[in-house]
């Protein structure tokens, strides 16, 4: 079954204390990205990449770093987590090309940050 | 800012009835205009997309209606049904880059 996977699924801790969340799709895509949900404001991207070791910012990347070296997995890291941080999180992922190739959305993760 | 807005913020429609949410954009850049439907504890699923060239598109039910002038677009839900309830999200992206709405809670009545 094609599929993005995000783990944790719910996660609290506490300011200060790295975390990491992963994500893995199996449909061999190679446009990965991250976005945070919270009301009133949307889905905001975080970081995208268009392929191994080549990633960009999207429109709030501060506080968020992210890694890919493989094609498959697209962790998403909170070097130091603060309480603003505290969100909801997808990881998504599609087919590289023009923009008319649907991304594919995990289950999210809710990350709260005491 | 926002780049797309969107509008209402939250809907209630009878069973039958006509869903219509607007959508607003700025930047004449953005290639695709796609619109995601979101159940709780999921994560948003492609419903229907849209290109500027094209000014409708119908998918059964769903139709995106595309003002490339007002640069505005929106989506019309015929006939709609409580499974229809959701948080419905339109976005635009210029490939790379995705920019959403805020989101328009659905609440369809029996």
């Known amino acids: 079954e094609a599929q993005v996977t995000q783990n944790p699924r719910y996660l609290i801790t506490v300011t200060g204390k790295k975390l990491t969340v992963t994500c893995s799709q199996n449909m061999n895509h190679e446009y990965m990205s991250w976005y945070r949900q919270d009301p009133g404001l949307g889905l905001r991207q975080i970081y995208y990449?268009?392929?191994?070791?080549v990633t960009d910012k999207g429109d709030v990347p501060e506080g968020y770093k992210v890694s890919r070296k493989e094609k498959r997995n697209f962790p998403l890291i909170l070097e130091s987590p603060s309480p603003n941080q505290t969100s909801l999180y997808f990881c998504?992922?599609?087919?590289w090309g023009r923009g008319n190739q649907p991304q594919h959305f995990g289950d999210g993760t809710r990350l709260s940050i005491l | 800012q926002q780049q797309v807005k969107q509008s209402p913020q939250s809907l209630i429609v009878q069973k039958g009835g006509i869903s219509i949410i607007n959508c607003a954009y700025e930047?004449?850049?953005?290639?695709?205009f796609p619109w995601y439907q979101q159940f709780p504890g999921k994560g948003p699923a492609l419903l229907i997309a849209?290109?500027?060239?094209?000014s409708e598109k119908k998918e059964g039910r769903f139709t995106i209606s595309f003002n490339k002038s007002a640069k505005q677009f929106s989506l019309h839900i015929m006939d709609s049904q409580p499974g229809d309830s959701a948080t419905y999200f339109c976005a635009a992206t210029t490939g790379n880059q995705f920019y959403f709405g805020t989101g328009t809670s659905l609440t369809v009545i029996p």
């Open positions: 990449s268009m392929n191994v070791e």
């Open positions: 930047n004449t850049a953005f290639d695709y």
């Open positions: 998504a992922s599609r087919r």
């Open positions: 849209i290109r500027p060239d094209v």
